[in-house]
């Protein structure tokens, strides 16, 4: 199994695209920033096989001979995520149908990943790739396709798998049509060969479970990429992926098309694609939330396969930026920092998606910085790598739950989707310097944390809501919010009173729910004195036994609660029954933290405070500063050493951090 023994840092690198040779001194500039890593080769299926069955690695080749002369390690992705157009016309079913019609070839990731004859040639690329490059010894490891999703597909082939997926589930047609609930608007199927074209569907659950099938397709077809792979590759070599996250013009959160944590289980390494605001709205929580998710995929460190250098037009990094970011990364868990791209392209849609050269190819600002921070990764990399994190606090994320509030989102422009929700608590956690790991259903203990949240858990199986009533029962604190515990996992939504399974825990229940207008907050108990305004969804919550901590101040609402706690067992629930500003938030998770016996630094953003034990047994501490203006605080752990400067830390110093400044502290006792 590959042990990787240093921090890798690279980009992407694709001769093909370049307008002229200039390899020889690509690589001398990349040697110059202590680049030790390229990535190649993942979107190149038509320059490798320009027609059907003729090969030709030229470009591969070179980039190969040269990694080898300059002593870079690579990273080869398989090409199978962009078709070439002689591909396209071999069958009228390798392009996907999807709801919107039949894709036009063009764009990448236009395919059906379950069509027989895309798979047919999609093997015979990577097997003849495989065959020719397999005895390079610059290569460490594999990334399968690039970005996977499922891409909407639903031609013919692939509902005729979904309702071979659904028999499985459901031998008898009369119980799926009660559980689906098909009875509605005369959409029951009476028999297996009258199933539907699924993109009619109006039924919520019937079209959430075709969303679970294709994630599923998505995990088969990577798990058989992986199989092909791990015929060839030598034991030292790693297999991987760059997952990406929900797109909101940059990486947001949850995948909605790929449920990663299956989907990550026949690889060797997770690997993801973080890309985030800059300039004045670098905030680094997007590196947080997203890194989070992939450090949870394997419960272990990951490789950031891509991220931004120059990237978009917003995005171009302020002095000191590119070097904080990247360093972000590894305050997470990362063992990579590798940009998209090394060059800048001169044709198509992404000519303005910047490297980290501009479209000349000179030096620039944003290369010497990568240079200087090179040279710092060669350095004290041996400091940093594999950060090991052990974190008192959790969230629960779940594709089901995201799917779910797709078919049924909250009212309003902000805070409307699933990945909202999420959001809006991790980034209070994050702001308060609480780290915290990511789980999903199918981890079956919470046991291991003080702390667990759980963001709107609308489509919940019984076994995890029972799982959420054992942790507190057992000494947990549970922050769970609004509109979970709505539905089973066929998004059939519970008969009884809300939230389903969470009432004896939580010491509540609502039935009736609407959305807000000038509705504000008063505090109540620990939280007297703090007041906000609800937003999108308020949900009519009354006590049992629980205690109120915000209460809506209405006049016809103001009978109800907004936020509950409540003992249970040995631990504690709060139960949030709507939206409001992140400063309430703020101050209602720092005091459950604090219930939870979590230990709160003094500071709280813009200074942020990340770290984890090193492989030598020390403990690293990372303090960023994500503003631009100087700021100050006051170090309260043992003696250290500031790692980049070299220099003693006293406990109890003062440490001012220069605009989107940091300090790295290695603790010495």
């Not at 093997?123 to 999703?149: A, V």
């Not at 690889?267 to 680094?284: E, F, K, N, R, V």
């Not at 702390?451 to 549970?478: I, K, Q, T, W």
């Not at 009432?503 to 229940?509: A, E, K, L």
Request: one cysteine or more.
């Amino acid at each position: 199994i590959y042990t990787m023994d240093h921090l890798l840092f690279g980009a992407a690198y694709y001769d093909e695209y370049m307008p002229f040779d200039r390899i020889e001194t690509d690589m001398q500039m990349m040697k110059k920033a202590n680049m030790n890593v390229i990535r190649i080769a993942e979107s190149t299926w038509s320059t490798l096989e320009p027609q059907d069955g003729v090969f030709d690695f030229t470009h591969l080749d070179r980039m190969l001979d040269a990694a080898e002369k300059y002593d870079m390690h690579v990273i080869i992705g398989t090409p199978t995520y962009a078709i070439p157009s002689w591909l396209a016309k071999k069958s009228d079913t390798i392009l996907a149908v999807t709801k919107d019609g039949p894709s036009l070839y063009g764009h990448r990731q236009n395919m059906d990943i379950t069509d027989p004859t895309y798979l047919k040639y999609a093997e015979r690329i990577i097997r003849t790739l495989m065959e020719h490059i397999k005895d390079r010894s610059c290569i460490i490891g594999y990334q399968l396709d690039n970005e996977t999703k499922h891409y909407g597909t639903a031609g013919k082939h692939a509902q005729e798998l979904f309702v071979s997926y659904l028999k499985e589930q459901f031998p008898d047609l009369s119980a799926f049509n009660l559980e689906f609930g098909l009875d509605y608007w005369s959409n029951r199927v009476n028999d297996w060969s009258d199933f539907p074209d699924i993109r009619g569907t109006i039924n919520g659950s019937l079209a959430a479970e075709y969303e679970k099938f294709s994630r599923k397709l998505v995990t088969d077809f990577l798990t058989w990429q992986s199989d092909l792979v791990r015929e060839y590759k030598k034991e030292d070599q790693f297999i991987t992926q760059n997952f990406d996250f929900e797109w909101h013009d940059y990486s947001y959160g949850l995948q909605p098309d790929v449920n990663q944590f299956e989907a990550a289980k026949c690889m060797d390494i997770a690997g993801c694609d973080i890309y985030h605001p800059s300039q004045d709205d670098l905030t680094g929580a997007e590196i947080n939330f997203c890194g989070s998710i992939a450090r949870g995929l394997k419960k272990s460190n990951y490789l950031i396969l891509e991220t931004e250098a120059q990237g978009n037009l917003e995005w171009l990094p302020y002095p000191g930026q590119l070097r904080m970011q990247a360093y972000s990364h590894l305050s997470c868990g990362a063992d990579s920092v590798m940009y998209w791209h090394w060059h800048s392209i001169h044709n198509s849609l992404e000519s303005y998606w910047k490297g980290v050269l501009s479209h000349d190819f000179s030096e620039n600002p944003t290369y010497l910085e990568a240079c200087r921070l090179g040279a710092e990764m060669k350095t004290y990399g041996s400091h940093l790598l594999h950060l090991k994190k052990t974190n008192r606090a959790a969230i629960l994320v779940s594709n089901e739950a995201l799917t779910g509030l797709r078919m049924f989102p909250f009212k309003g422009r902000e805070n409307s989707s699933y990945n909202d929700a999420a959001r809006w608590l991790a980034d209070s956690l994050y702001r308060l310097n609480i780290e915290f790991d990511i789980l999903s259903p199918a981890d079956t203990d919470f046991s291991g944390y003080d702390l667990l949240v759980v963001p709107a858990l609308y489509a919940a199986e019984e076994s995890v809501l029972s799982r959420m009533n054992d942790y507190v029962r057992n000494g947990g604190h549970l922050i769970v919010s609004t509109r979970s515990g709505f539905s089973n996992e066929h998004l059939k939504i519970y008969p009884d009173m809300q939230p389903h399974g969470l009432t004896d825990c939580c010491g509540m229940h609502y039935s009736q729910f609407t959305a807000p207008k000038n509705v504000a907050l008063k505090g109540n108990g620990a939280l007297s004195g703090i007041t906000g305004t609800a937003r999108n969804w308020i949900e009519l919550v009354t006590p049992d036994t629980a205690e109120t901590l915000l209460s809506y101040d209405h006049p016809y609402w103001g009978a109800y609660s907004a936020v509950t706690c409540n003992h249970y067992g040995k631990g504690l629930a709060c139960y949030i029954g709507c939206f409001f500003e992140d400063g309430t938030l703020d101050a209602l998770v720092a005091f459950f933290a604090k219930e939870a016996g979590l230990s709160l630094p003094a500071f709280r953003f813009p200074l942020i405070l990340h770290e984890g034990t090193n492989e030598n047994g020390k403990k690293i501490r990372y303090f960023f500063n994500y503003s631009g203006r100087e700021a100050s605080f006051t170090y309260d752990a043992p003696d250290g050493i500031s790692l980049l400067e070299e220099k003693p830390v006293a406990q109890g110093s003062q440490i001012t951090l220069a605009p989107w400044g940091f300090k790295i502290i290695e603790q010495q006792a």
